[in-house]
């Protein structure tokens, strides 16, 4: 069973830059597609990006250009480091974990994991963007 925990959420100004970390439970990310969700207040939570065992990432069309997604397998965390930010960017982020149906779905259409195929959530970390 995976265990996770996110961390490096906070407050920023439109334009500026956070660095969401993942804490994973040992071998996790060399056995789970890893990807990271968020939610918005009233709104469904949502693929932003994902990473395969194999380092191959894919990203949400509204964060293409501005998020990248990383691991370190030695240190067992997960990277999403936020760039150009923006208020609609403002939510709850998630750090999950899925399986291999996970890994079928991203390969098969190169978008980040699906909600409902995801094994494993963190509890999350909060972005707020201010303009």
């Known amino acids: 069973q995976a265990h996770l925990v996110e961390s490096g959420g906070g407050s920023v100004q439109a334009g500026g830059s956070l660095r969401l970390s993942c804490l994973a439970s040992d071998y996790t990310l060399t056995t789970y597609v890893m990807g990271w969700f968020r939610q918005a207040p009233g709104k469904e939570r949502e693929g932003v990006a994902g990473?395969?065992?194999?380092?191959?990432?894919t990203y949400g069309d509204s964060v293409k250009g501005r998020f990248t997604i990383s691991k370190d397998n030695a240190k067992n965390t997960l990277y999403l480091r936020m760039t150009s930010l923006k208020p609609e960017d403002t939510a709850q982020y998630y750090c999950?974990?899925?399986?291999?149906?996970?890994?079928?779905?991203?390969?098969?259409?190169?978008?980040?994991?699906?909600?409902?195929?995801?094994?494993?959530w963190g509890k999350g970390a909060l972005v707020t963007v201010s303009s």
């Open positions: 999950a974990a899925g399986g291999l149906s996970c890994l079928a779905y991203i390969r098969a259409l190169g978008v980040p994991p699906s909600a409902r195929l995801v094994d494993y």
């Open positions: 990473i395969g065992s194999d380092g191959n990432t």
